[in-house]
């Protein structure tokens, strides 16, 4: 009797986890298909019509409104802030904080917007948002208990990156990974797979889009030179994503601080910049997503400081209050920067392009385990010594920087870093300025 109720106390578990991945992977799929093309097609739009960069500073205030005046929510006396995006999602995994279902409408809006007036952003960034607002629809719909209320949003925001980048493995460890580092809650991993997968299915198989692809023409053969090379490269992509991490944050922080927090403000002065940059160069490579000028990255020369030009246009936009994903524009900066460096290294520049892309996004996002699978499902596991030796040189050495202030540091990244458990990497750098 013991076990028969054990064994039904089991699969009562394990049916609700499936059947809610299901769920969230049904609805996050789709709207992030529904993402992936209007996305699409408004930079498309934007590319021939050149003259709406100037009206990225109204397309500023606009945005700003909308965060001042519908973008925070209270609950039990604490404030929700939809303008906080990933960071808002990190919190609720911990439990510090709720997502407001209006995130993912919201942040849709502002990642279109920023795109078709020409910030330099990308677009996963809203598909894990969008997934963490379903996923807490569906925790409010069932009634869903603490516990599983975590293991939900870790769902919602698998559905969104494995949706985001047909890449699905990849995606239902992310969902596991993002929120800490040194720490990956298994637990989730029934719902994160189910959720990942379904999230996929439903953009590709369902909807139909078809993924950007990026193909590496030469892996090097393996040899001792070739590792060492791989490792200084490694080191050299984590210290762009460092610096990257860095200046967006105290661009955001500047902000904030001359502006008092008005977003309004904030992004119309951030807009008025991105057009000012954008003049002076004369060129609008570096405004949107960038993907003609990344996919050329893997086949041909570009120019050899388009990593920095990214750099910047991408601080300044996210970091004055534009919205959007940064894995894209990572993967510009570290393509990019791989294909400058081939004429130092002697290697393939297809291969010197992938590598790029994937240990800055490592370096930056905290999460090696993800950046590995990504760069096996992305490039078919070609080179995956290589790759693997990249991410988790880019990790270690990145040091305790990152995209997202709320990522908890659940254990540090090496003895080599005197960092104490459980701090966030905003505590570390507060720490760092005292």
């Known amino acids: 009797m013991v076990i028969n109720r054990k064994y039904k106390n089991f ?24 993402l992936l093309e209007i996305n699409d097609y408004l930079g498309s739009v934007r590319e021939k019509s050149g003259w709406l960069i100037g009206l990225l500073p109204l397309g500023g205030i606009i945005l700003g409104y909308i965060y001042m005046n519908y973008g925070k929510v209270y609950f039990n006396n604490t404030l929700n802030d939809t303008a906080e995006l990933n960071n808002l999602v990190i919190d609720s995994v911990h439990g ?7 995130l993912g409408p919201i942040v849709y809006f502002g990642t279109f917007l ?23 629809a569906v925790n409010r719909l069932f009634k869903v208990n ?15 990156f494995g949706a985001a980048f047909g890449a699905p493995i990849t995606g239902a460890v992310f969902g596991m990974e993002m929120t800490a580092l040194g720490k990956i809650k298994l637990e989730a991993f029934v719902p994160c797979l189910v959720a990942s997968f379904v999230g996929h299915f439903m953009t590709t198989a369902v909807w139909g889009h078809k993924h950007e692809e990026f193909i590496i023409q030469n892996v090097p053969e393996l040899s001792f030179i070739t590792f060492i090379k791989v490792i200084i490269l490694a080191v050299i992509f984590s210290l762009l994503s460092v610096l990257y991490c860095q200046l967006r944050h105290g661009i955001q922080t500047l902000s904030e601080k001359l502006f008092k927090k008005n977003h309004m403000k904030r992004a119309f002065v951030g807009g008025i910049i991105i057009v000012v940059f954008t003049l002076i160069i004369g060129s609008q490579d570096y405004n949107g997503r960038g993907l003609q000028m990344l996919e050329q990255s893997f086949t041909g020369d570009v120019p050899p400081f388009a990593f920095l030009a990214k750099l910047v246009f ?4 996210l970091g004055t209050g534009f919205v959007g994903g940064e894995a894209i524009p990572l993967f510009f900066m570290g393509a990019t920067l791989g294909n400058t460096l081939h004429i130092f ?25 993800t950046a590995f699978l990504l ?60």
Not at 96 to 101: A, D, G, R, S
């Open 146 to 160: 603490l516990l599983d209320t975590k293991i939900y949003i870790m769902s919602g925001i698998s559905a969104g």
């Open 314 to 317: 991408t601080a300044v936009t």
């Open 96 to 102: 510090n904080k709720k997502i407001p279902i209006r």
């Open 375 to 434: 760069a096996m499902e992305m490039f078919d596991g070609k080179g995956l010594e290589y790759f693997f030796i990249a991410c988790l040189v880019s990790y270690i050495f990145s040091g305790h920087h990152g995209l997202w202030p709320s990522q908890q540091i659940y254990e540090p990244k090496s003895r080599l870093y005197s960092i104490t458990n459980a701090a966030t990497i905003e505590n570390i750098e507060k720490k760092k300025k005292l």
């Open 11 to 34: 699969f009562s578990i394990l049916g609700k986890w499936v059947i809610s991945g299901l769920i969230i992977g049904i609805v996050v799929g789709s709207a992030t298909t529904f």
């Open 345 to 369: 290294f002697d290697l393939p520049i297809s291969f010197l392009a992938a590598l790029g892309l994937i240990a800055v996004f490592c370096g930056g996002a905290n999460t090696p385990i």
């Open 114 to 136: 920023t795109v078709f007036l020409g910030g330099s952003t990308g677009r996963e960034g809203a598909a894990v948002q969008m997934g963490g607002s379903v996923a807490e």
